[in-house]
């Protein structure tokens, strides 16, 4: 069966520190991978996503960029950070060439301070 | 045209009641409506969804129904519990550019009390 790790749980970082997140997913190839973002009792809101290795688009432009180094890892960075940039950050999946169904990760708890 | 608007924003029912989570949608492109739901703290876990083709999709005390003429779904919760206490997102979703794009509804706050 297929799984989703996201880490750190939870994160804690200054204004202006960098940023890595990471997530992988297990039990499937070749995925397209998805990074959203949710604010303190909103909606989600998509930052990127990934049909491939490096072959990431970017839905909203922002202080934020992403990579995937290897089919099934992918990586929310920042090269510095703004207190706007906190909330919970989401990683999900879908299958390649499936039909709509989207799993997602546990998620990362990021606040800037 | 790229929006899915859900109501209510927030909703308390009583154990053993129907809770219903209307959403509305604009583009006939869509052409999957799943609906999830968020513990706090936890990812969105993928809950029941349906295609435009049927009219209805039950999975346990869940049920879609779907209006393709309105492009409204909803969703039902019968026999609501405590336990189903939770945020309840609707989305739809259309292929493009090589990918399954997801669009969220706002979110509704179900809180069951006992």
């Known amino acids: 069966s297929q799984t989703i790790h996201q880490w750190p749980a939870t994160l804690v970082q200054p204004v202006g520190s960098p940023l890595s997140l990471e997530c992988t997913v297990e039990g499937t190839s070749n995925p397209n991978l998805y990074w959203y973002r949710q604010a303190a009792g909103r909606g989600l809101q998509l930052l990127f996503y990934?049909?491939?290795?490096?072959?990431i688009s970017s839905e909203v432009p922002q202080n934020l960029s992403a990579s995937r180094p290897q089919d099934r890892q992918f990586i929310l960075s920042s090269k510095k950070l703004l207190l706007s940039d906190s909330g919970f950050y989401l990683c999900?999946?879908?299958?390649?060439?499936?039909?709509?169904?989207?799993?997602f990760g546990p998620g990362t708890r990021l606040t800037v301070t | 045209q790229q929006q899915v608007k859900q109501s209510p924003q927030s909703l308390i029912v009583q154990k053993g009641g129907i809770s219903i989570i209307n959403c509305a949608y604009e583009?006939?492109?869509?052409?999957?409506f799943p609906w999830y739901q968020q513990f706090p703290g936890k990812g969105p876990a993928l809950l029941i969804a349906?295609?435009?083709?049927?009219s209805e999709k039950k999975e346990g005390r869940f049920t879609i129904s779907f209006n393709k003429s309105a492009k409204q779904f909803s969703l039902h919760i019968m026999d609501s519990q405590p336990g189903d206490s939770a945020t309840y997102f609707c989305?739809?979703?259309?292929?493009?550019?090589?990918?399954?794009?997801?669009?969220f509804g706002a979110g509704t706050r179900l809180a069951v009390h006992p």
């Open positions: 990934s049909i491939g290795i490096d072959q």
């Open positions: 583009n006939t492109a869509f052409d999957y």
């Open positions: 989305a739809a979703s259309h292929r493009s550019g090589g990918y399954n794009k997801l669009i």
């Open positions: 349906i295609r435009p083709d049927v």
């Open positions: 999900a999946w879908t299958p390649q060439g499936g039909t709509g169904e989207q799993y």
